[in-house]
């Protein structure tokens, strides 16, 4: 699986975008075939509490892409909470087979 990693107006560290691999890497004990993951990070205007805004594209053949958007004060907490509402998905997504 490739995953890309945009930061929008800023730049991700290299142990956020570890972070992210990491959880992004294991969707795939959920689902073997996805082929892609965009991950896309940007900073909520104003500058306030949550204001951290995570979301993930995943690309699957012969489904449509799934996509899940969450905020949290914390990029790794948008992160988890964006992981885990894609993992609902893609349980979803195999008991529709």
């Not at 940007?42 to 699957?60: D, Q």
């Amino acid at each position: 699986m490739e995953i890309k990693v945009k930061a929008i107006h800023f730049d991700a560290t290299e142990k956020l975008e570890q972070f992210i691999n990491k959880k992004v890497e294991k969707l795939v004990k959920h689902h073997e075939e996805i082929t892609n993951a965009e991950v896309t990070l940007k900073v909520v205007k104003p500058e306030t509490a949550m204001n951290k805004e995570a979301s993930i594209k995943l690309m699957l053949p012969q489904y449509d892409d799934l996509f899940a958007n969450k905020v949290a004060d914390t990029f790794e907490e948008a992160i988890d909470l964006t992981v885990d509402a894609l993992k609902r998905q893609l349980e979803k997504t195999k008991r529709d087979k």
